[in-house]
């Protein structure tokens, strides 16, 4: 990774009613090791977000301010500082309309890795934690805490701004908004001018259709190693904030016959893209099952059905047998406690 331009802002905004403020350097900020390493850790809380959308910038929206900066930015009209700066202004103003509080650290990073480049924004809300100083007492200190992203954005500016002007790119911009920060993200959101355009539930439901369809066909341990194998890979490209491209999955989930679920998946869905953005958190559904109510929570391998699982659909009811050694001895204590209870009160009463 290299780090060719690098920004660091804050955002302010004390009470829902005030207007924010904005504090950061005044000149060009200089990269180093530290906020290479900064910048890695952000990249990697980011990509691993489950829930991120994607889409592109909508240049032609009367709300988007930062995406004509960005371009100018891009043609070397403007120097990256110009931009950041006019950029962070157009989101503090669609703050102050929103109802929220906030003490935010923005940071922004412009990556090249080959031939591609990449403009990230990070919002990161601050922390306190207490220090014990110089002179032996304890103390708060504000810090920036990583793990509180409440908004971030990447986008490919070489994609967005081809001269290839017939392709249509649904994922050039990946966007993660935190829920506790909807507002918050939702006016970053509105000045970049992001429009989703891949439906990630309907995509998640043509990979899990096509592996469940698939491996219906196929012996029990056959099908759990390619559900596992498929699984297991839509986890690490969601981690990596990138696609599931079938091709690779088929090969992945199956050497043996590399091109098998990639025919089938083509044929089955032949409308379908060849790289889409499953929820592998919702996959896992194909290899476990969970559920919760009622002052019970289970969950359990889809290998354990019809072996230590056993579910009857006409008396509603589930069996389980191969009880877990943990969850015995907490049941033969909790049932000894209540034995020697009962006993207790029998003698008492007599």
């Not at 893209?273 to 592998?280: G, I, K, R, V």
């Amino acid at each position: 990774m290299a780090i060719r331009d690098w920004g660091i802002q804050v955002l302010q905004k004390f009470s829902e009613d005030d207007s924010g403020e904005i504090n950061g350097a005044k000149g060009e900020a200089s990269g180093d090791a530290d906020s290479d390493a900064l910048c890695q850790t952000l990249k990697r809380i980011f990509a691993a977000k489950p829930g991120k959308a994607y889409g592109n910038l909508n240049m032609l929206n009367e709300h988007t301010v930062c995406g004509p900066w960005i371009k100018q930015w891009y043609e070397q009209k403007i120097p990256f500082q110009r931009l950041i700066n006019e950029a962070i202004t157009a989101i503090k103003e669609r703050v102050d309309a929103m109802a929220v509080i906030t003490h935010s650290y923005c940071l922004w990073a412009h990556e090249q890795q080959g031939e591609q480049r990449y403009l990230y924004f990070f919002m990161v809300e601050s922390s306190v934690t207490q220090v014990i100083n110089a002179s032996f007492t304890i103390e708060p200190i504000e810090h920036l805490d990583p793990q509180a992203l409440s908004f971030a954005i990447k986008i490919d500016v070489q994609a967005l701004f081809s001269a290839d002007s017939t392709r249509q790119q649904q994922d050039i911009v990946a966007v993660y908004l935190q829920r506790q920060q909807r507002k918050l993200a939702e006016a970053a959101c509105l000045a970049f001018g992001f429009v989703s355009c891949i439906n990630r539930q309907q995509e998640t439901e043509m990979v899990f259709t096509g592996i469940e369809r698939y491996t219906s066909a196929m012996d029990e341990p056959e099908a759990m190693v390619f559900r596992n194998k498929a699984i297991a890979y839509c986890k690490e490209q969601e981690d990596r904030g990138e696609g599931v491209a079938i091709n690779e999955l088929s090969l992945t989930a199956n050497e043996d016959k590399p091109e098998g679920f990639a025919e089938f998946f083509s044929q089955a869905q032949p409308d379908a893209p060849a790289t889409l953005y499953p929820e592998s958190r919702k996959l896992k559904q194909l290899v476990r099952f969970t559920g919760r109510g009622q002052g019970i929570s289970l969950s359990f391998s889809s290998e354990a059905i019809n072996q230590s699982v056993v579910y009857n659909h006409e008396q509603d009811t589930l069996v389980i047998t191969d009880i877990p050694k943990s969850l015995k001895a907490q049941l033969k204590r909790f049932l000894n406690k209540s034995s020697e209870a009962e006993t207790k009160e029998s003698e008492d009463a007599d």
